[in-house]
């Protein structure tokens, strides 16, 4: 399914997905290290990341997911209305709309998840 056009449009939403992902994961290690009293690295995890912090991140990510989701859409009328005609395209834009999507949510559960878990800690 995946062809030389998946890597020019849809590249942006699921690599910054990716990217959340792994920082997500990097963080997760990091707090992995601070909770079995392992290497204190000083300041580095309460310090501000240079990029912009994790909200920022996440509102990034949901913005392309979003503009990829609406982009699928766009192209859908289009082809309903005839102007496309690349059925290739819109399916690929649907199916990538979709990934997304599917991405996004997975991430909700984990952080919904974590913050669960944090929320069952004791004091």
């Given at each position: 399914m995946s062809g030389p056009g998946a890597i020019g449009g849809a590249g942006g939403g699921v690599g910054d997905i990716i990217a959340m992902r792994q920082q997500l994961l990097e963080r997760n290690r990091l707090l992995q290290e601070l909770k079995q009293g392992?290497?204190?690295?000083?300041?580095?995890?309460?310090?501000?990341?240079?990029?912009?912090?994790?909200?920022?991140?996440?509102?990034?990510?949901?913005?392309?997911?979003s503009a990829t989701q609406n982009r699928a859409s766009e192209m859908s009328a289009a082809y309903e209305r005839g102007e496309v005609t690349d059925i290739a395209k819109v399916m690929l834009a649907r199916q990538e709309a979709g990934l997304a999507f599917e991405a996004t949510l997975q991430v909700r559960n984990k952080l919904l998840s974590a913050y669960q878990e944090i929320m069952r800690m004791g004091v």
């Open positions: 392992g290497k204190a690295d000083g300041a580095a995890p309460t310090a501000e990341p240079a990029g912009g912090g994790f909200a920022d991140s996440l509102k990034g990510a949901l913005d392309n997911v």
